[in-house]
């Protein structure tokens, strides 16, 4: 599947608003027009939007092929028009199909914290992967809403497109996401008491960052966030201080004020 930033996929989405611009195009282009107008008063609802979407791509599949614009074109030249027409719907209705919902909010954040906490403790060993296959740079990656993203091909990407290796990676992906969301001790070839104990140990370290850290082994980068960190520390000492003495005073008026009056 092609990057929607990618030479491919810009040469496809330009020269489909090319054709899209001549005059014999104006029934096709008012079709999509509507159909992007059907959608905007409905509630978002990515599965609904997404069958309706899928609907409308293999409708105008059918409109490329008769119309006499592409009347000699290849599949290759149909499927291109076909991918600028993915691109252009998508653009309209990126706000209302990715990550649009409370519920998908949830669950990007849910699987990006488990990473996170995982990362500190997970090594290959613990999946049974062989030494030979070990690749810690791989551990470190973390790809911002995960779910969110997966969700989005699922629904929106043209289902032949999603097939053989774009099929298979994106299914791997898929059970990738679910394993990290599921995991426990047994998965990972640990006792569940062991598991739980490093899951707590790294939640620890997820908010203070630098218990176990040694001083030589700090970056510039990590010196500076200490020293933020220091600062914000000293400035809530100090406002806790002065809450508490001025607290301090004012029990003892208070009981000085309790004793003259007895």
């Known amino acids: 599947m092609e990057s929607p930033s990618s030479a491919a996929s810009r040469v496809d989405f330009y020269g489909f608003l090319d054709r899209m611009r001549r005059p014999a195009a104006g029934g096709l282009f008012r079709s999509i027009k509507s159909f992007l107008a059907s959608l905007s008063p ?132 898929i059970s990738a996401k679910m394993f990290i969301v599921n995991v426990d001790g047994r998965l990972l070839s640990m006792e569940e008491n062991e598991f739980q104990m490093h899951m707590e140990t790294a939640k620890l370290g997820s908010r203070f960052p630098f218990m176990d850290s040694e001083t030589e082994s700090l970056t510039a980068a990590e010196v500076k966030q200490l020293h933020g960190l220091y600062r914000q520390v000293v400035t809530r000492y100090t406002s806790l201080s002065k809450a508490l003495r001025k607290l301090s005073i004012d029990e003892d008026q208070l009981l000085a004020s309790v004793d003259a009056d007895s």
């Open 42 to 173: 409905d509630e978002p609802s990515a599965e609904e939007d997404g069958a309706r979407v899928q609907a409308f791509y293999a409708a105008m599949e059918a409109a490329f092929r008769e119309h006499p614009l592409w009347a000699s074109a290849t599949h290759q030249e149909i499927d291109h028009a076909l991918e600028g027409l993915e691109k252009y719907i998508m653009t309209k209705l990126f706000d209302r199909s990715f990550a649009a919902s409370a519920e998908d909010a949830a669950a990007d954040a849910e699987v990006s914290e488990r990473i996170g906490l995982l990362q500190r403790f997970v090594r290959p060993q613990h999946l049974d992967i062989p030494r030979v296959l070990h690749n810690e740079a791989s551990w470190l990656a973390n790809p911002p809403h995960l779910h969110s993203n997966l969700k989005f091909v699922q629904l929106f990407r043209r289902e032949t497109k999603l097939v053989s290796e774009v099929e298979y990676y994106l299914t791997n992906l």
